[in-house]
Each structure stands twice: as C-alpha cells, then as structure tokens.
C-alpha cells in the first residue's frame, strides 16, 4: 500500500502540487480575515449583570465602554483642547471634564472639596470618556488608538478597551519572537537525532 501510494503520488505530482497551491487561497483569505479575541467578557455568559449591564447601556443609551484619561502638567487651555480633539473622534460619544460643568474662567477652588477631588489631585486632572460601543468592538479599539495618537506623553488612558488594545499590541510584538525561538530549538533538536544535520533546513 505504501509503495502504491508513493508511485501515485510520484505520477499526479504536478496535480498534487496545484491543488495544494489552490487551497492557499481559501487558507490566505481565512488567515486574513480571522480575528484574535482578546476580550475576556465576551467568555463570561451572557446572562451574568456584567454583560446584561452592557447590552442595556448600549441599547438603551448608545453607549456602552468608557475610559479614563490622566493628565499631568497640562494647562487647563491645554486640556480643554485636548478634551475637543477626543470630542471629534468617531466611536467617542461625549467627554466629561470639569468644563463640562463650569466654564474654566470660573476657578476650580471655588467648588466643593469633594468635587474639586473628583477631577484633579495636585497637577494631575482627570477626564472621563464615554465610548458609543461596547469594550471589545472594533470601533470602541480604534478610537482608543486615535486618542493615544492625539495625546502626548503627559496623558495616560486606563480602562478596560485600553487594557485590551494593549494586550493585543503586547501579543503581536511578541508572538513572532516566540515562533522564532521555538523554530530555532525544534531545528537544534532535530539536527542531532537525525541522520544529517542540514535534514531540519531542508524540510524547514
């Protein structure tokens, strides 16, 4: 059986040989189009509050993630242009700062304490974003990459879409490394208990 298998092969090479490079094809295009979930809600069963809440906040409301952005030593102008910028990126749904309730000409040390403590802790201010999708959704990702490109480095975004877009980014810097590390040592493996060393390169 072998030995017939082999002689088949051997004839109809050349059709082996295409079929395999079609079926490239449909390979390349599923490749391509599969995505990689990093969002651990969408494991957690659909009934449980965590998700229920989401659904009835994007339903419902028309929002659904939200982040919270930190700035450190940026002038009050500063920020509100910043807070403008975030207002206009797509998936972004509003912005709430302390100029969403008080113009900034009005000092901040007029508020309550507990309010004032609310948005700033010695230079530090925070905002909070309001996202029109849920944690996971493309779009909710990509405004999280837009607002990372508007900021500099004195603001810092938290929230469970950044911690997602940071995983993913983590991952795919450091996935081919792994692979690399791992073609490296099946070669070294195989080139002492094969009967030739260049036998792994061949068939690498």
């Not at 079609?22 to 998700?51: A, R």
């Not at 508020?111 to 909070?128: T, V």
């Not at 938290?158 to 690399?180: I, N, R």
């Amino acid at each position: 059986m072998p030995l017939k298998t082999g002689k088949w092969v051997t004839k109809y090479h050349k059709l082996i040989l295409i079929i395999a490079v079609l079926l490239l094809i449909p390979s390349g295009i599923g490749y391509i189009h599969t995505k990689v979930n990093y969002d651990l809600l969408t494991y957690l069963p659909k009934d449980i509050e965590t998700m229920v809440g989401q659904d009835i906040l994007k339903e419902e409301f028309g929002s659904g993630a939200f982040s919270v952005l930190i700035t450190e030593g940026m002038p009050e102008k500063d920020i509100v242009s910043l807070k403008q910028q975030i207002m206009e990126t797509d998936h972004v749904k509003n912005v709430i700062w302390y100029d969403s309730f008080l113009d900034i000409s009005i000092p901040m040390e007029i508020l309550p304490e507990e309010i004032m403590d609310a948005f700033n802790q010695g230079d530090s201010s925070l905002m909070f974003i309001i996202f029109d999708d849920t944690t996971s959704a493309d779009g909710t990702v990509e405004a999280v990459r837009k607002i990372r490109s508007i900021a500099d480095n004195r603001v810092f975004l938290s929230g469970m879409s950044a911690v997602l877009v940071d995983t993913e980014d983590l991952s795919e810097a450091e996935a081919p490394v792994y692979v690399m590390m791992a073609v490296a040592l099946s070669c070294l493996v195989l080139m002492f208990v094969m009967d030739s060393y260049l036998i792994p390169f061949i068939f690498l």
